[in-house]
């Protein structure tokens, strides 16, 4: 069975014009909001911000796929699944690592 699109958020049409503005992808203008925050950051933090724009960054090709998310709904989602991409591979390893080494 193929998966449709989700229909559009129903209260879409109840909200303000500027709340409709809010919730359009805009991804250089939603990185630019987020650079004051990251210049205000420790370096190690702001390497690691910029890690997980740079992953998240990927997906963002994909917002028509869930039109009904809002930009930082879905920045979330990415985010979360990019880490959660990372958890079960360090997992992996660690399970490698801890298994008994088979002989040659």
């Given at each position: 069975?193929?998966?449709?699109?989700?229909?559009?958020?129903?209260?879409?049409?109840?909200?303000?014009?500027?709340?409709?503005?809010?919730?359009?992808?805009?991804?250089?203008?939603?990185?630019?909001?987020?650079?004051?925050?990251?210049?205000?950051?420790?370096?190690?933090?702001?390497?690691?911000?910029?890690?997980?724009?740079?992953?998240?960054?990927?997906?963002?090709?994909?917002?028509?796929q869930a039109?009904?998310?809002?930009?930082?709904?879905?920045?979330?989602?990415?985010?979360?699944?990019?880490?959660?991409?990372?958890?079960?591979?360090?997992?992996?390893?660690?399970?490698?690592?801890?298994?008994?080494s088979q002989?040659?």
């Amino acid at each position: 069975m193929a998966l449709s699109n989700p229909p559009d958020d129903p209260f879409q049409g109840f909200m303000s014009q500027g709340l409709r503005d809010q919730t359009r992808f805009d991804l250089h203008s939603d990185l630019r909001n987020v650079a004051r925050f990251r210049r205000a950051l420790r370096k190690e933090d702001q390497d690691a911000l910029d890690d997980l724009l740079v992953s998240m960054n990927n997906y963002w090709r994909l917002h028509d796929q869930a039109p009904h998310l809002t930009p930082l709904e879905f920045m979330l989602i990415s985010l979360v699944i990019e880490e959660r991409k990372l958890v079960a591979d360090l997992q992996r390893k660690f399970d490698e690592l801890e298994s008994p080494s088979q002989p040659a």
